[in-house]
T-cell receptor
Framework: DVKVTQSSRYLVKRTGEKVFLECVQDMDHENMFWYRQDPGLGLRLIYFSYDVKMKEKGDIPEGYSVSREKKERFSLILESASTNQTSMYLC????????????FGQGTRLTVV | KQEVTQIPAALSVPEGENLVLNCSFTDSAIYNLQWFRQDPGKGLTSLLLIQSSQREQTSGRLNASLDKSSGRSTLYIAASQPGDSATYLCAVFYAGNMLTFGGGTRLMVKP
């Protein structure tokens, strides 16, 4: 059974903290994505990566960075968490070989207080 | 830039009705299109994937169609049930390894 696993289901952090959200996939996919989802705004792309050590900015990269040191792991980093980063964060992976189907993790509900 | 639109944004129907959810996209040069379901507070679950060379896919009571030339896809749900209540999202894969989502349709099926 294919899987995308996000390290935390719920997370509460304080303003100014450095926050790491981890995503691991076991499908050998080249492409991995981080989205945030907010009511009324839908899914917005933060960053994506199409290969190890490669990263591209999405639509809303400000306040975030990413790391992809290994193919299976894509980390989202909030350098200094702020209350406006309270959101649901979703990780996805897919490969353009084969069926090119995207798979999502279960989501991380981050609250910054 | 690819834009994906879903209509309606919300839909409420009585149990047993057949219904159609719509998805449109601006750039027809897509690799494929995928429909997802999302329950409140949860991640996205894949429902159907339609390759760019295909016209439709079926899974149980769900049927998705794709018309690349007109930039449209529809998700047909037959004999709706309260358990179908969720948000339905469509996503298109296109050049540059990009994955773009529509805003979703929030479906409520009333018993």
């Amino acid at each position: 059974d294919v899987k995308v696993t996000q390290s935390s289901r719920y997370l509460v952090k304080r303003t100014g903290e450095k926050v790491f959200l981890e995503c691991v996939q076991d499908m050998d996919h080249e492409n991995m994505f981080w989205y945030r989802q907010d009511p009324g705004l839908g899914l917005r792309l933060i960053y994506f990566s199409y290969d190890v050590k490669m990263k591209e900015k999405g639509d809303i990269p400000e306040g975030y960075s990413v790391s992809r040191e290994k193919k299976e792991r894509f980390s989202l980093i909030l350098e200094s968490a702020s209350t406006n980063q309270t959101s649901m964060y979703l990780c996805a992976s897919f490969s353009l070989t084969g069926a090119a189907e995207a798979f999502f993790g279960q989501g991380t509900r981050l609250t910054v207080v | 830039k690819q834009e994906v639109t879903q209509i309606p944004a919300a839909l409420s129907v009585p149990e047993g009705e057949n219904l159609v959810l719509n998805c449109s996209f601006t750039d027809s040069a897509i690799y494929n299109l995928q429909w997802f379901r999302q329950d409140p507070g949860k991640g996205l679950t894949s429902l159907l994937l339609i390759q760019s060379s295909q016209r439709e896919q079926t899974s149980g009571r769900l049927n998705a169609s794709l018309d690349k030339s007109s930039g449209r896809s529809t998700l047909y749900i037959a004999a709706s049930q309260p358990g179908d209540s969720a948000t339905y999202l469509c996503a298109v894969f296109y050049a540059g390894n990009m994955l773009t989502f529509g805003g979703g349709t929030r479906l409520m099926v009333k018993p």
